[in-house]
């Protein structure tokens, strides 16, 4: 069985949400937490990464039967590292927690993608990474960032091991801006749908 890291960074890191409110901006970041670990959870032991005082996204968690992990506060690469840090053994998996059109087909397809020995990965559309599987947490290496999709390629290939892209549509579509997630409207989850429902009522009030 998988285990699958989600690491949750306090919602002040969306900020290209804006012009939402903090308020706002936290309901719809913890609302994708909820759909992301609804297509998680069922799929294997899912740890979520956040910070000591994230209470809400522990609330999250808890509800959704995960388990809960303190986030160095180092960045995005650190807080991946301390979930794979306690994988005892079998294939890893990381998805990030902005996904909210994600669904348990997703998760299993993409662990279905990785190559015995290997890694898959969802290459989002600005280059970066939303999601990897690992058939081992060693072959983790952090190169998070821009470009980052390419360089885990370049890793594989540098420690000769296979690869494969995973272009999931449903991993593949993340929420930086509302605008991003008015796009996806039709195929949010159903936490994710119900917040933006409710900003779209203020909106029309």
Do not use: Q
Not at 138 to 164: C, D, K, N, T
Not at 172 to 192: C, F, I, M, N, Q
């Amino acid at each position: 069985m998988a285990t699958i890291v989600v690491p949750f960074r306090s919602p002040d890191a969306k900020r290209r949400l804006a012009p939402l409110s903090a308020e706002a901006r936290a309901d719809l970041a913890h609302a994708m937490l909820a759909d992301v670990l609804a297509a998680c959870v069922p799929v294997g032991r899912t740890l979520v990464v956040t910070a000591p005082d994230g209470a809400r996204a522990r609330a999250v968690a808890a509800a959704a039967g995960a388990e809960v992990l303190d986030d160095p506060g180092r960045g995005l690469a650190d807080a991946v590292a301390v979930g794979l840090r306690a994988v005892t053994d079998g294939p890893a998996l990381v998805v990030n927690a902005d996904l909210p059109c994600a669904r348990p087909a997703d998760v299993l397809a993409l662990l279905g993608l990785l190559p015995p020995g290997g890694l898959a990965l969802v290459e989002a559309p600005d280059g970066t990474t939303n999601a990897l599987a690992l058939a081992s947490p060693r072959l983790w290496e952090p190169l998070y960032g821009p470009g980052s999709a390419a360089r885990f390629a370049r890793h594989a290939e540098g420690i000769g091991v296979p690869w494969m892209a995973a272009p999931l549509p449903d991993l593949v579509d993340d929420v930086d801006t509302l605008a991003d997630a008015e796009l996806l409207a039709d195929r949010l989850g159903p936490h994710s749908a119900a917040v933006l429902a409710a900003l779209r009522a203020i909106a029309a009030a």
